[in-house]
T-cell receptor
Framework: DSGVTQTPKHLITATGQRVTLRCSPR?????VYWYQQSLDQGLQFLIQ???????AKGNILERFSAQQFPDLHSELNLSSLELGDSALYFC???????????????FGPGTRLTVL | GQNIDQPTEMTATEGAIVQINCTYQ??????LFWYQQHAGEAPTFLSY????GLEEKGRFSSFLSRSKGYSYLLLKELQMKDSASYLC????????????FGGGTRVLVKP
């Protein structure tokens, strides 16, 4: 158990719908990251927040958005869902948000999204 | 940009040793991470190398050669529970705060 929690564990929805995924970081961690993992794309970085502010963006679609709240939990919003959005969505957290300084990211158990 | 290559799959016997290679190309080097991921589960941190050489942690060791853009993860005394995917990842971006993951190497341990 990494200490990072994510809800829900599974989500099944239809194309065109909107969903919200939630993440609570480890106690003491200020940075939260979101990743998408699909069979053909591997683990892809989406976006990073540090202490409530967006710090870095990866290959995140415009239909997707995220935020980090004052209590440091984060939400990832996915809208106008398409079949190709079906994937595992992971949240990770770290203390300082600086992977290049050896700041380790700890991953939550993930949310499996299925778009029908 | 950054590019990471790992073999897709490897098979080994329980009790044996397996070496998982990772080659990378990145503009600016800020260390290399190894993660283990069992199917459908979260990646878990194994090691971080930023200096050349071998770092040993129990049955797992990780090696880095910055001049060659090369790392490997060595798994000794393989156990059935080591059957998993092993991902190498390099930080990138102006602050080195984004992680790019390789496609992962699926290791199958046979009795």
């Amino acid at each position: 158990d990494s200490g990072v929690t994510q809800t829900p564990k599974h989500l099944i929805t239809a194309t065109g719908q909107r969903v919200t995924l939630r993440c609570s970081p480890r106690s003491g961690d200020l940075s939260v990251y979101w990743y998408q993992q699909s069979l053909d794309q591997g683990l892809q970085f989406l976006i990073q927040y540090y202490n409530g502010e967006e710090r870095a963006k990866g290959n995140i679609l415009e239909r997707f958005s995220a935020q980090q709240f004052p209590d440091l939990h984060s939400e990832l919003n996915l809208s106008s869902l398409e079949l190709g959005d079906s994937a595992l969505y992971f949240c990770a957290s770290s203390v300082e948000g600086l992977a290049g300084a050896g700041d380790t990211q700890y991953f939550g158990p993930g949310t499996r999204l299925t778009v029908l | 940009g950054q590019n990471i290559d790992q073999p897709t799959e490897m098979t080994a016997t329980e009790g044996a040793i397996v070496q998982i290679n990772c080659t990378y190309q990145t503009s600016g080097f800020n260390g290399l991470f190894w993660y283990q991921q069992h199917a459908g589960e979260a990646p878990t941190f194994l090691s971080y190398n930023v200096l050349d050489g071998l770092e040993e942690k129990g049955r797992f060791s990780s090696f880095l050669s910055r001049s060659k853009g090369y790392s490997y993860l060595l798994l000794k005394e393989l156990q059935m529970k080591d059957s998993a995917s092993y991902l190498c990842a390099v930080p990138w971006g102006a602050a080195g705060n984004k992680l790019t993951f390789g496609g992962g190497t699926r290791v199958l341990v046979k009795p």
